[in-house]
């Protein structure tokens, strides 16, 4: 079973940002947050990851809190195009069997016009 | 690089019939994995490979068969397709180091009759 815990569904307005939050309060220390998505049907794409400190990259900022029983992706400017379903996932950092990618359900972003 | 690459796209079959989907990375990555994908649900590992010669069970690998003569290919093989394999399946491929990233095919929806 996925470890972590999403919205099921959130709307945001094109050119706002959005807040996707994620729980995951039986994380592990040597766990990561990772957060992929999945536009309509096609291969899940790898956003970001992080361990404790704030991350960012040219998609999105990651925000974990101090105790790493939550965690937030941010779309800074939302398009058309982020329209997904976004998946948060702890897990170590690994290959093999470590790189197991347990998916929940996620959370169906809708960006509207 | 064309990165992880699945055929066919489409296929269907028939109860009790067999097929092999393929599936090529060029990026010369050790770990290989296949996942299947359900309507509405999160991708379940099928099987996975942490190099040439080496593959091991995942979450759900009943029906399935796998091997991995060369680092680049990992094809997947149904025997005696049952309606239960009816599904996406999707070929991911990461390396070693430190963020291990997924970067997934395109997927090959398969439907058993």
């Known amino acids: 079973d996925a470890k972590t815990t999403q919205p099921p569904s959130m709307d945001c307005a094109e050119g706002r940002a959005a807040n996707l939050p994620c729980n995951h309060s039986?994380?592990?220390?040597?766990?990561?947050v990772y957060w992929y998505r999945q536009i309509h049907s096609q291969g899940p794409q790898y956003i970001i990851h992080?361990?404790?400190n704030n991350e960012t990259n040219e998609m999105a900022s990651l925000i974990i809190t101090e105790d790493r029983k939550s965690s937030t992706l941010i779309l800074p400017h939302a398009t058309l195009r982020d329209t997904a379903v976004y998946y948060c996932?702890?897990?170590?950092?690994?290959?093999?069997?470590?790189?197991?990618?347990?998916f929940g359900k996620g959370t169906k972003l809708s960006v509207k016009p | 690089n064309a990165g992880v690459t699945q055929t066919p796209k489409f296929r269907i079959l028939k109860i009790g019939q067999s097929m092999t989907l393929q599936c090529a990375q060029d990026?010369?990555?050790?770990?290989m994995y296949w996942y299947r994908q359900d309507p509405g649900m999160g991708l379940k590992l099928i099987y996975y490979?942490?190099?040439?010669?080496?593959?091991d069970k995942g979450e759900v690998p009943n029906g399935y068969n796998v091997s991995r003569s060369t680092t680049e290919d990992f094809p997947l093989r149904l025997e005696l397709a049952a309606p239960s394999q009816t599904s996406v399946y999707f070929c991911?491929?990461?390396?070693?180091?430190?963020?291990?990233?997924?970067?997934f095919g395109p997927g090959t929806r398969l439907t058993v009759t």
């Open positions: 039986t994380i592990s220390g040597n766990e990561y």
């Open positions: 996932i702890v897990r170590v950092a690994g290959g093999g069997s470590q790189g197991n990618l347990i």
């Open positions: 992080g361990l404790k």
């Open positions: 991911a491929s990461t390396q070693r180091g430190e963020r291990y990233e997924q970067y």
């Open positions: 490979s942490v190099g040439a010669g080496i593959t």
């Open positions: 990026m010369n990555h050790n770990y």
